[in-house]
């Protein structure tokens, strides 16, 4: 069952939101809870009901797990829980995730032989594992002491969040579960409505709007026909976009479900393409992965690192006194090793791994650039007001390259799209648009564009849909801001990362600031007819691969 369902919207949110609010009504929050587990285990089970006890079994032996973690005195028994978890929890993603990949490398590499499973993946399994090793993590650490099993049970399988984030922390969710009333309240399905309206609509219409011209020009890519300039910067923009309002729209739909019942998700999505750096990409996008890599996986090995430094008499991280010894091994190094993984986390395929390493690179050389910069450009606040507009563009051609891996088949099939980016593979345009306009017709041969035949319709649709789509995404204000008077999630306050004050249009954002008032009603309704009456084809939640 799919948010952007029928079913889901007419029959389970409904039916899902009346009982919650008739059982608490009565009194008895701790059965609501209850309720919305039995719902969470059915909306899962929608999918694909035999793959339920496998959640359930992870869930059930993490829970004993953490409970033998609470209970132990000794550090080293807990330390020794906490690798028996992590070993079971990753063995299962192992399995079920990469087994195909691993064996699909073998015969690439060594030539061995070994058959391919075709392994269906669970639906959540890399959130719900994540999630859970976190905790765990956490429990070791004494950083949270009591745990009741209902309240662990929705903390993984609450609906709103169990198949594609966000990854939410123990820390940010039980006390809510444990307060919470679940009872009906106006404000919060007013937010919860709006939210999940504009989410439903930037899926529904923007995003598998643009997708319709985007898919058939990686499937060229991906059959080796060459990818042209034009074309090639088409599929590799269309997609970001397509995946920007994909992500987004979802992530909105997620908070807003959540919040119909009161209870609020950690914000997951920021105007990433706002960005002036890869850093603060990473920071805006897809925000509960980036905290989780950086605390569990970047941090933990950099200060290994640089422990191992000073016993040895080494130096460390000194600003722009730093060595390059010391930033390859504090800060390239745990950048590369932290992305390669986050890649290898995304999907199971060479190029996920090459999406990974590339990320890797841009935030390497984003670090050296902040770490050296004050020696060539002293003056921050004249920097940031001259060179913001360079990073911005910057940021958005290299997100492009690396999301050409990350959508496309194989490796193969996005150097097509990035080399076509390049020009290597030369100008063409549709002669549709010569017929159209008979001076192109003799001007283009001369400046050595060729023409291509057919397909413009689809061109011209395609960036017709770019240049609508780019405006929203660098000018307007983001969900976040709209509703920042009603705390739309957990982090959302007032903006503070660079850029996210509006530079540009700034009527609009005021404009645009939600109230629950007759004229956002309208908008609303209009919002989520608009992304109701387009749920006519099936199109999955691109994250929901993962």
Known sequence: MLFNSYQFILLFLPITLFICFFIAHRGRADLAQFWLIVASLFFYATWNWRYLPLLLGSITANYVVAQAIRRSDSEKTRSRLLILAAVFNLSLLCYYKYTDFFLTTSNDVAGTHFSIQHIILPLGISFYTFQQLTLLVDLSKGKTHDLRFRDFLLFVIFFPHLIAGPIVHHREMMPQFEKATYRLDWQNMAVGAALFSIGLFKKAVLADGIANHVSPLFADAAAGHPMSLFYAWGAAIGFTLQIYFDFSGYSEMALGLARMV??????????????????????????????????????????????????????????????????????????????????????????????????????????????????????????????????????????????????????????????????????????????????????????????????????????????????????????????????????????????????????????????PSPRWAVLGAVLAAGGFLALNQVSEFLYWQF
């Open 262 to 515: 009161g209870i609020k998700l950690p914000m997951n999505f920021n105007s990433p393409l706002k960005s002036a750096s890869i850093v603060e990409y990473w920071s805006r996008w897809h925000i509960t992965l980036t905290r989780f890599l950086t605390a569990y996986l970047y941090n933990p090995l950099a200060v290994a690192l640089s422990r191992r430094r000073l016993d040895k008499g080494k130096g460390v991280l000194a600003g722009t006194r730093t060595t390059p010894g010391a930033f390859f091994e504090l800060v390239a190094l745990p950048s590369t090793y932290t992305m390669f993984l986050s890649g290898l986390w995304h999907g199971a395929g060479y190029q996920y791994l090459v999406f990974g390493l590339l990320h890797g690179f841009y935030l390497t050389v984003n670090h050296a650039w902040r770490l050296f910069r004050p020696k060539l450009w002293k003056d921050h606040a004249q920097y940031q007001r001259v060179m913001r507009p360079f990073g911005i563009a910057l940021t958005f051609v290299s997100v492009l390259v690396a999301m050409s891996f990350f959508h496309a088949e194989s490796v193969p099939a996005a150097w097509n799209v990035v080399s076509g980016m390049a020009g290597a593979n030369g100008v063409a345009l549709p002669e549709f648009l010569s017929g159209h306009i008979p001076a192109l017709a003799a001007l283009l041969p001369r400046i050595g564009v060729t023409l291509a035949p057919g397909g413009g319709a689809e061109f011209l649709a395609l960036f017709l849909w770019i240049a609508a789509l780019l405006p929203i995404v660098w000018l307007a204000p983001n969900v976040l801001e709209i509703l920042r008077d009603y705390e739309p999630a957990i982090t959302a306050g007032a903006p503070s990362t660079p850029g996210s004050k509006p530079w540009i249009l700034p009527t609009l954002y005021g404009a645009l600031r939600w109230t």
